[in-house]
């Protein structure tokens, strides 16, 4: 394999890692880059937990922002705990570039409004990514249902207004929320960097928050 570091993310680049036993893919940085070999730092799943696998272990490596977007199939070789959780992972093929398919998601409390037919209902994100967000919302009353289109207006560090349709419908009831799945439509490359970009700083404070 002639891959060469031009190649490969840069050092404290945001990636994702999707292992072969896990069904959603995890957050990391890069700590160190060798021409077939990259130095993971803090491999957290979407509550911050860190995730340490087994040696051997195969999976996924994707990288990069926009059109950009890069992955390669990796193998882990070790990993390290506390206090610098860390996996070194070795390239088992070329870097090619990619489509994403799976996002990295973080539990959030993020205020939303969801606007369709003219209404605007507020609702609470409780979990993100590029992909969408499932929200509650404490109100009675609500004039759309699963399959409609709306626009849900949020700031992931700054403010997005993103279309997307609703996926699942939850309806509560007096001791619970209705609970909402929406699927974003036609993000911008920046809109959705913006909300990755949010993700991660969602799982390192859940990081730090963890062990302080």
């Not at 002639?2 to 945001?14: F, K, R």
């Not at 969408?132 to 207004?161: K, Q």
């Not at 439509?185 to 809109?191: F, R, S, V, Y």
Request: hydrophobic share 40%; proline share 6%; charged share 30%.
């Amino acid at each position: 394999m002639s891959t060469t570091l031009a190649d490969l993310p840069d050092i404290n680049d945001l990636v994702d890692v999707t292992l072969d036993s896990r069904p959603e893919p995890l957050a990391a940085v890069i700590s160190a880059v060798t021409a077939d070999t990259v130095l993971l730092r803090e491999p957290m799943d979407r509550t911050g937990r860190i995730v340490r696998p087994d040696a051997g272990e195969r999976g996924l490596l994707v990288w990069g922002e926009g059109s950009q977007l890069q992955q390669a199939p990796i193998a882990i070789l070790e990993t390290n705990g506390s206090p610098a959780p860390t996996w070194l992972v070795r390239l088992t093929a070329q870097p090619e570039k990619t489509q994403r398919r799976s996002f990295v998601r973080a539990n959030v409390s993020l205020p939303v409004v969801v606007r369709h037919a003219g209404v605007d209902f507020a609702v609470t994100a409780v979990d993100l990514s590029e992909g969408g967000m499932r929200c509650f919302y404490t109100g009675t009353e609500i004039n759309f249902s699963r399959g409609d289109d709306v626009v849900a207006d949020f700031e992931p560090g700054r403010e997005l207004s993103a279309s997307a349709t609703v996926v699942r419908m939850r309806r509560g009831d007096e001791e619970r929320p209705t609970e909402l799945g929406l699927r974003f439509a036609d993000l911008k490359m920046g809109e959705a960097d913006d909300i990755r970009r949010y993700v991660f700083r969602q799982l390192h404070e859940q990081r730090r928050r963890g062990t302080d």
